[in-house]
Nanobody, 126 residues
Framework: EVQLVESGGGLVQAGGSLRLSCAASGFRTDDYAIGWFRQVPGKEREGISCINSGDGGTYYADSVKGRFTISSDNANTVYLQMNNLKPEDTAEYYC????????????????????WGKGTRVTVSS
């Protein structure tokens, strides 16, 4: 069973940085993708970044491009470095896994994900 555990959320002032971690385990395939999503109450879950474990392909939503960086290590942990945070980045952040990767790159849509973590809260004060 795939398990995903997020950590690294917290309270930060606008302009500050945080690094989220997603510790993943239980994969039965080497071809998977990890995505980062965020959600605020009343809004749809937004796919903000993802990475393909095989080819390293990445995706960034326009809302975070140039400020957030996704990366992974060799121990199945995926990081989301978040710089120049803005109050509008305040949300619950989730990592998710797509274990049916059919091509290069990664799918940032929430319905493509097969497993989800429980989330970590990020609050950016103005």
């Amino acid at each position: 069973e795939v398990q995903l555990v997020e950590s690294g959320g917290g309270l930060v002032q606008a302009g500050g940085s945080l690094r989220l971690s997603c510790a993943a385990s239980g994969f039965r395939t080497d071809d998977y993708a990890i995505g980062w999503f965020r959600q605020v109450p009343g809004k749809e879950r937004e796919g903000i970044s993802c990475i393909n474990s095989g080819d390293g392909g990445t995706y960034y939503a326009d809302s975070v491009k140039g400020r957030f960086t996704i990366s992974s290590d060799n121990a199945n942990t995926v990081y989301l470095q978040m710089n120049n945070l803005k109050p509008e980045d305040t949300a619950e952040y989730y990592c998710a896994a797509d274990v049916y990767v059919l091509g290069p790159g990664c799918d940032h849509n929430y319905y493509a994900m097969d497993y989800w973590g429980k989330g970590t809260r990020v609050t950016v004060s103005s």
